[in-house]
């Protein structure tokens, strides 16, 4: 009996010492560009998803549980996606924060739904996404953030007022994103009674545009749209300004960064780019963003979109009185408003966001803000 009691009290006295992994913490993967030239992006979505889970858990978690963050990175690489995904499935987590580009999360969530894992991307804007997914009758496929046709159809028919007259030229990097936004813009554009004098496509990564510039001079380009990210647009920007060539550049929202502006410098003044209204702006959003800068990051771009695509998870977990993603997602989609730090959302039965609003903002000297429209 004496051994006993000493053998209870040592492994008692291990346990004491040993950090103790309770069975009910759940995890969520938070899955996007981490390094590589859009590793923003990734830092953004990282820096977003650990503030929500901190406040969660501040608060008493989920029902008890507290989250966990598993990060992974697909550099924005479709096959690195999937191999991502995959291992994220087999690892048992239900549920993905993630994808960030269009071309990495169009083929991922197909992993996740043959799984029944719910994928929610706080970036990805491609139609496909969701629209696949509802052909397919995957119910776990979901997006915390707007889509192209949505931002099409708010941006091209400004372009055409705003432009009447001049010559417009629509590019784009190829990408599952840079093109389906280039095209939905292009489409409302020409429905709005203007018709760019040059489309095409540019190869991403390159680091001499010089004859594009040249193309475009010769053109005598007013206005240039590009469906694209932050590297390509600086590059193209810095190179014209070399050739005293001007015009006005409109993107989509990926160059909510500062890295846009690092890579531009000053020819990037006046560029201007969509956005679903400033986040950071929401009342919903103020302890959270105070929150984040007092931690020495600017919650810009994507930031609070994957913050609230935790907050989403957590709700859509208490609301289904259960961890259970198909559950989840029904809940999710059920029409009752969702507060999350980008404010109140509601998701359609494909699982896209309705009701998304837009701001067009202007870079000036290293910073952006929405301009009147």
Known sequence: MKKLSILNAAIFGLMMSTPVAFADDITFAVVGPMTGQLATIGDQFKQGAQAAADAINAAGGVNGSMIKLD?????????????VANRIVADGVKFIDGHACSGSSIPASAVYAEAGALMMSPASSNPVLTDAAAKAGWSTIMRLYTRD????????????KKFAGKNVVVLHDKSAYGQGVA???????????LKEVYYDGINAGEKDYSALVTKLKDLKADVVYFGGYHPEAGLILRQSAEQSVKFQLIMPDSIASPEFWQVAGPAGEGTMFVFPSDPQAKPQAKAAVEKIKAGGFVPEGFTLFSYAVIQAFAEGIKRAGSDDPAKVAEALKNGTPISTVVGDVTFDEKGDLKNASYDINQWHDGKYAPIAQ
């Open 149 to 160: 046709d949505a931002q099409g159809a708010f941006i091209g028919p400004w372009i055409a």
């Open 71 to 83: 990060m992974e990175d697909d550099q924005c690489d479709p096959k690195q996606a999937v191999s």
């Open 183 to 193: 095209d939905a813009v292009r489409a409302t554009m020409n429905a709005g009674g």
